[in-house]
């Protein structure tokens, strides 16, 4: 499908707000322009795409968190008993 350039006007405090957007996203302010217009004639990603993306994504760092506390946890009660067993030693040797 070909592209037609259009020219618009807009308030310098919408040109502003894109301009941070565009600047947040890595793009051009044409680039978000175009977006949010894809985004609104439905053939970009709507919002509600964006935020099951973003709902998956958090459920996976959730799961990840989960997993890192278990393994300090089975750390923590190592060291525990592996100082436990060093002190003992050191008695034991006296």
């Known amino acids: ?41 439905g053939d970009g990603e709507t919002l509600t795409d964006r935020v099951k993306d973003l709902e998956a994504k958090y459920e996976q760092l959730v799961k990840e968190v989960g997993r890192i506390e278990k393994d300090l946890a089975l750390l923590q009660r190592r060291l525990s008993r592996d100082y436990r067993d060093a002190g003992r030693s050191k008695l034991d040797q006296k």
Not at 23 to 37: F, N, Q, S, Y
């Open 1 to 41: 499908m070909g592209k037609k350039a259009v020219k618009i006007y807009i308030e310098e405090k919408y040109y502003d707000e894109l301009k941070k957007i565009a600047e947040k996203e890595g793009l051009t302010v044409p680039k978000v322009i175009g977006k949010i217009i894809a985004e609104v004639l």
